[in-house]
């Protein structure tokens, strides 16, 4: 697009010329511009660019008063016990942030007397360690990774304290302590204690070794570029320090569809690079392993894990990493899953594998993430009893208590794959006697890709929280996903939480500032999965956008409703995304999901729509919850509406609790959530001037584009279940757009009236495209209306093989031109559901017969199709 923007003002030319000056639409206006005047002046606005770089961790200044004031109670010395990497980070950080927060430059001095109030980073000897021989229970690792904070005296001048048995723990306390003072903006009388609640707090990157990133959208990998690590490391070290605020203690920099070189002597010191460069920040790499690497990187004929070749060759291997990289945290494999080879080629079970390399990891204190998401996606969907839901559960229950101390099982966090409602997936109360730990999407993979606005920590709460029902048979209540996973429910010695994060070199990691709430709001639950999701979306916007409460209270909302306004207009009911599951996870396509072996089925008929996974008539997959979760799963009464077609098929005509059937909430619900995608953009606008321009511009670029993408999903959803249903929408809106004209029945000069794969993903019959031989041409729309001021809609195709270019005349009077070379986040060179993108032109005043004519030019393969224009009553 021209300008990163899909609302255009219209010129002023547009104004002057018309004939058609409406005084109170004019007072209108002027009205607004007036507030607006004032409201700029009262509140001078941010002038600077802000990149999103900083992400959370701005530091910038606080508010005259409470600059004041912690200038005021600012010590100025910070006492630093020694001179190790994570301890030097840590007493740098608070320099920095002080700083930035406060422009006072604080001095760092070593442990001794001082003669000045002094901020003193203090590390006590680990009592727990001392008094306990076992070592590894979770609640000492973590009360080892933890700290407080606290006031008193040192060498006799007032102190502020940061105490903790680890040098990470004293890392995490400076963050703590500059983001206490960033939200609250005081020091005095400062008393933090905080635990992590699990010692497992990492992300997975999923980043190829040519730079590419599997699943991210926020450009390409900061970690590997041309088959190497890349030269330049301070990203890398930025990341971690993003990484450490938030106290997440490792990440995985290779993507676990993995290439089996990363292990070989050639990688290593590569590797070993990107450890140096996040270690001061606690952060230990980790490393995605192929498990046939004994056969394609070693020279051993066969990788079956009880073949002592194959055995002798992962000590070997594991042994050459730890000497590159000696506090490596260890390995994540995903075997036998999507066509990644594993066990089952010689007949060897998960725990064969696991142990392995688990055993060749332990000498050097290494851990094993094994991937449960096992599944065969060649599954014969004419079977009806077939269901992928039941595979994690299936493959790994039979082998609890197989698995060696230093195995994680990592599992994603509903039974399919990060749809936008699932249950939490039943292997968590189905592991007694195995590590855990639940694997959180970060990046919007089936979640709208960073173009749309879905803030995460609502459904991970949701998640979280849900009690499995998992403890003994007379009391079996109280027992949360976040307490399972943790490994506190059943005693596991390790447990807790990996984020699939994916960010990448756009400025602001991952492509929309407001994502990286989802960042921040995972490395927090990790650290605390007790708190809610809306204090955690007012702690990251006051340190993002700053504590004033109008700009604060506005972007919290925007988040906290984000979800389930994604969910809307996507996939209501727990029918799932309802995207094109076979290709790239972003527009509407829901015949994609039937019909093949992936198993994301939802099983829509003619009569009927949902996957029956009850026990007494369908899959089965129910009765892999413990009793009491099972029965309330099971029974049409009990069952939550939010999941009843993830658990049942029922007719489109099948009553919800609110009294409405299945097929007009479904339709209600897209109409509504598309609304409120559109009403979240405007309420973004209204932020201009209270945030700085380029982050604004930005957001709103995406929420804009949002908005316009929530109505292709809401036109293709509801056309698509009515033909399939055959029910029609009480309300009438389905397959009727006041004001919309589509493009295939326009005036067309050059343009050629062209159907659309999948036909859902056209509004009307087809679009209208350029042929190849024409470079350019014309739709002429008639306005037909009642005189007066319109917003005009034009809905395109921005496809990412080429940049057409695009024209809006009234008449001889250009209203807005554009090049659509905007870029879909997974790229599509079709003009689909992913593609189809809209425009708007505000405020063109229009007499009934007056000609809209968009002229195309194409480029390359994208042929500047057109789906329709839509003219409504401006704003
Ligand atoms: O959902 C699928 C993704 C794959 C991914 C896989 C996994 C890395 O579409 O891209 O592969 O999940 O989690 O392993």
């Known amino acids: 697009m021209l ?20 005084c109170a639409f004019l007072w209108r206006r002027f009205a607004i511009v007036v507030s607006w005047l004032l409201f700029v002046a009262a509140d001078p606005a941010p002038t600077f660019a802000e990149t999103g770089y900083d992400g959370w961790l701005r530091y910038s200044p606080l508010p005259t008063e409470q600059l004041e004031r912690v200038r005021a109670e600012l010590p100025a010395v910070i006492v630093s016990p020694g001179d190790s990497p994570v301890v030097v980070a840590a007493a740098e950080e608070l320099v920095r942030g002080f700083r930035g927060m406060t422009g006072r430059v604080l001095r760092i001095a070593e442990e001794g007397p001082v003669k000045e109030a002094a901020i003193v980073l203090s590390r006590f000897p680990d009592v727990d360690q001392q008094r306990s021989q076992s070592g590894s229970s979770p609640r000492r690792r973590t009360s080892v990774e933890g700290f407080s904070i606290d006031t008193g005296h040192y060498h006799g001048q007032p102190a502020i304290f940061i105490h903790s048995s680890s040098d990470r723990g004293l890392l995490y306390g400076a963050f703590a302590l500059l983001r206490y003072v960033a939200l609250k903006g005081t020091l005095v009388d400062v008393a933090l204690m905080e635990t992590p609640c699990a010692p497992v707090r990492i992300v997975n990157q999923w980043d190829n070794l040519d730079g590419s990133i599997e699943r991210g959208y926020g450009g390409r990998s900061i970690f590997w570029e041309n088959d190497h690590v890349v030269a330049e490391m301070t990203r890398i070290g930025d990341y971690a320090r ?3 605020s938030v106290g997440i203690n490792g990440c995985s920099i290779n993507n676990v569809n993995a290439d089996p070189r990363v292990i070989s002597a050639e990688y290593l010191p590569e590797v070993a690079r990107i450890a140096a460069a996040m270690r001061p920040w606690g952060v230990q790499v980790y490393l995605s392993l192929s498990f046939a690497a004994p056969r394609e990187v070693g020279s051993a004929p066969t990788f079956d894990p009880l073949d002592p070749v194959a055995v002798a060759y992962w000590k070997e291997a594991i042994d050459a990493v730890y000497r590159a990289v000696p506090d490596l945290g260890g390995f994540v494999l995903k075997a036998d899953s999507e066509g990644r080879l594993g066990p089952s080629q010689y007949g060897r079970s998960h725990a064969d594998a696991a142990n392995v390399i ?103 709460n949701w998640v979280l929280d849900y009690d499995l029902q998992a403890g003994s048979a007379d009391r079996p209540a109280g ?39 989802n960042l921040y709001g995972f490395g927090r639950l990790a650290w605390n999965a007790d708190l809610s999701a809306e204090s955690i979306a007012r702690e990251w916007t006051g340190l993002t956008f700053g504590t004033d409460e109008e700009v604060l209270g506005t972007i919290v909302g925007l988040l906290m409703r984000s979800w389930a306004i994604y969910e809307s207009y996507t996939g209501p009911l727990g029918i799932g995304t309802l995207t094109d599951i ?37 899959t089965g997959f129910i009765g892999q919850y413990r009793p009491r979760v099972a029965a309330e799963f099971e029974s049409l009464d009990t069952c939550p509406d939010d999941l009843l077609l993830f658990m049942h098929h029922v007719p489109y005509v099948h009553r919800l609790a609110s009294g409405k059937t299945v097929i007009q909430h479904f339709y209600d619900e897209h109409y509504a959530g598309a609304e409120a995608a559109a009403a979240a953009a405007e309420i973004w606008r209204t932020l201009a001037g209270r945030v700085d321009e380029q982050r604004h511009r930005e957001v709103q670029a995406r929420m804009d584009f949002q908005a316009g993408h929530a109505v292709v999903w809401r036109d293709a959803i509801c056309r698509w279940f009515r033909k399939k249903s055959g029910v029609e929408d009480e309300q009438g809106r389905v397959g009727v757009y006041p004001g919309r004209q589509e493009a295939e029945d326009a005036e067309l000069v050059g343009y050629k009236p062209t159907s ?6 056209a509004s009307g019959s087809s679009s209208a495209q350029l042929p190849a031989e024409t470079a350019r041409g014309t739709a002429t729309f008639r306005f037909v209306g009642e005189p007066g001021w319109y917003d005009v809609r034009v809905q395109y195709f921005d496809e990412e093989d080429g940049a057409s270019r695009f024209r809006v005349r009234l008449g001889e009077q250009v209203l807005d031109e554009w090049l659509a070379d905007d870029h879909v986040p997974t790229p599509t060179t079709k003009p689909d559901s992913h593609s189809s993108t809209r425009r708007t032109i505000r405020g063109v005043p229009l007499r009934p017969g007056d000609a809209i004519v968009v002229e195309g030019e194409a480029d390359a393969d994208e042929r500047a199709g057109i789906d329709y224009v839509e003219i409504v009553a401006a704003e």
């Not at 101390?405 to 007694?432: A, C, M, T, W, Y």
């Not at 290709?583 to 015949?591: A, L, Q, R």
């Open 582 to 618: 076979i290709h790239i996870h972003f527009g509407p396509g829901p015949e994609s999901s039937e019909y093949n072996g992936w198993g994301q089925w939802h099983r829509a008929n003619d009569t009927g729509v949902g996957m029956n996974r009850t026990v007494a008539t369908g």
């Open 358 to 460: 688990a055993r060749a990891a332990q000498p050097h204190g290494g851990v094993l993430f094994y991937r449960g998401f096992v599944y065969d996606h060649r599954m014969d969907w004419r079977d009806l009893s077939l269901d992928r839901a039941r595979a994690a559960y299936e493959n790994f229950r039979p082998l609890d208590g197989q698995f060696e101390d230093n195995v994680v099982i990592q599992v994603k966090h509903g039974p399919i794959d990060f749809q936008v409602r699932e249950p939490p997936s039943s292997l968590f109360s189905g592991l007694e006697k195995t590590n855990l730990a639940i694997e959180l999407m970060v990046s919007q993979e089936y979640l709208g890709q960073q173009k749309h606005l879905v803030y995460q920590p609502t459904m991970w």
């Open 479 to 517: 027992t949360p996903v976040k307490e399972l996973v943790a490994g506190r429910t059943f005693g596991r010695p390790l447990g807790g939480f990996v984020g699939v994060a994916n960010v990448g070199r756009d400025a602001n990691w991952l492509g929309h500032h407001l994502a990286m709430a």
């Open 756 to 761: 659309i794969d999948p036909w859902e993903a």
């Open 242 to 244: 993003l990484l450490a």
């Open 3 to 22: 300008h990163g923007s899909a609302v255009s003002a219209p010129s002023p030319a547009t104004w002057l010329d018309s004939s058609l000056v409406d």
